[in-house]
Antibody, heavy 123, light 107 residues
C-alpha cells in the first residue's frame, strides 16, 4: 500500500524559507504513471495546488506561487521536497503531499495523500 | 486559470436524504473532474475521478455525472459517515484548481 509522510518544521519565521519533505513508501518514486504533488490548505479554507514533479525532475508550478516555489525529487531516498521562499503569514497552512495520476500526457486525480503537516509562519 | 465554482457552500441534511452538489467550471474541461471528501483534521479522500468513475472502496451510494462545464456529485442515501466537506477539482490543465468546497452538515 502506497503511503506518503510529510516532514519538516512546524514553525517558520516571516521572510524565511519553508522546507518540507515527503517520504514515499510502498511504491517507487520512479513510477511512470504518477506525478508527485504538493497541495496546501489554510486553516478553515479550501485547497490550493502548489505544484507537481515527475521522477525525472520535470515540474509544474502554480503560477501564483511560481516565483517562490522549488520542488526536487531524490530517487535514491524515494522522496520529494518542497521549498517555498520568502514566506508570510498568508503561507500558514496544512501542507499535503499526494500522488497525482498521469497518463498519456494528461493529468488525473490526486489519489494517495499524506496526513498533512501544519506550518505556521510567525515570528 | 480555470475557476471552479461549487454550490451550495453548505447544506443541512438528514440521514437517508438524497444530496446533490454542483460544480461549474469556468471553461469546458471535458470529463477531467474529480471529487474529494474531507473529514475535519484529515486529508482529502478521492471518491470520484474522471467525472463519474467511482473509486475502489467507495460506497455505491456516491455517484458523479457531467461533462463540459457542469458536474454533480450525488449521495443517494446520506449516511452518518458522509457528513464531511466535499471538493471538486479540475485536472484538465494547469494550474490545477479546486472548488471552494461544500460542507454537508447534520440537520
Amino acid at each position: 500500500q502506497l503511503q506518503l509522510q510529510e516532514s519538516g518544521p512546524g514553525l517558520v519565521k516571516p521572510s524565511e524559507a519553508l522546507s518540507l519533505t515527503c517520504n514515499v513508501s510502498g511504491a517507487s518514486i520512479n513510477y511512470l504513471n504518477y506525478y508527485w504533488g504538493w497541495i496546501r490548505q489554510p486553516p478553515g479554507k479550501g485547497l490550493e495546488w502548489i505544484g507537481s514533479i515527475y521522477y525525472s525532475g520535470s515540474t509544474y508550478y502554480n503560477s501564483s506561487l511560481k516565483s517562490r516555489v522549488t520542488m526536487a525529487v531524490d530517487t535514491s531516498k524515494n522522496q520529494f521536497s518542497l521549498k517555498l521562499s520568502s514566506v508570510t503569514a498568508a503561507d500558514t497552512a496544512v501542507y499535503y503531499c499526494a500522488t497525482q495520476r498521469w497518463s498519456k500526457g494528461q493529468w488525473g486525480a490526486f489519489d494517495y495523500w499524506g496526513q498533512g503537516t501544519l506550518v505556521t509562519v510567525s515570528s | 486559470d480555470i475557476q471552479m465554482t461549487q454550490s451550495p457552500s453548505s447544506l443541512s441534511a438528514s440521514v437517508g436524504d438524497r444530496v446533490t452538489i454542483t460544480c461549474r467550471a469556468g471553461q469546458r474541461i471535458a470529463n477531467y473532474l474529480n471529487w474529494y471528501q474531507q473529514n475535519p483534521g484529515k486529508a482529502p479522500k478521492l471518491v470520484i475521478s474522471a467525472a463519474s468513475s467511482l473509486e475502489s472502496g467507495v460506497p455505491s451510494r456516491f455517484s458523479g455525472s457531467g461533462s463540459g462545464t457542469e458536474f454533480t456529485l450525488t449521495i443517494s442515501s446520506l449516511q452518518p459517515e458522509d457528513f464531511a466537506s466535499y471538493y471538486c477539482q479540475q485536472s484538465y490543465n494547469t494550474p490545477l484548481t479546486f472548488g471552494g468546497g461544500t460542507k454537508v452538515e447534520i440537520k
